[in-house]
């Protein structure tokens, strides 16, 4: 699944897209995912993540061990 956070988990939804005659059509909310290159002092790596960009504001805010470990805990291998 190409649109998909590896922090927060986070996958397009879906709705209808509605015409100016009010038909509705399918479509989809894909989620800003941004590739991002982090430095992980334990291993002395660099890893890249597929993140979105409320996940790059996570990771600010709670630091990179840290969102690693969350990531490491719901099962994706880094």
């Not at 590896?6 to 941004?34: K, V």
Request: hydrophobic share 30%; with cysteine; aromatic share 6%.
């Amino acid at each position: 699944m190409s649109a998909h956070c590896m922090l927060t988990g986070t996958q397009p939804g879906f709705g209808n897209r509605i015409s100016h005659s009010h038909r509705r059509t399918s479509r989809r909310f894909d989620p800003n995912i941004q590739s991002k290159r982090y430095w992980l002092p334990s291993e002395g790596r660099y890893v890249r993540l597929r993140l979105s960009t409320r996940g790059i504001k996570t990771i600010d805010t709670i630091g990179i061990e840290a969102a690693v470990a969350r990531i490491r805990a719901r099962g994706v291998r880094i």
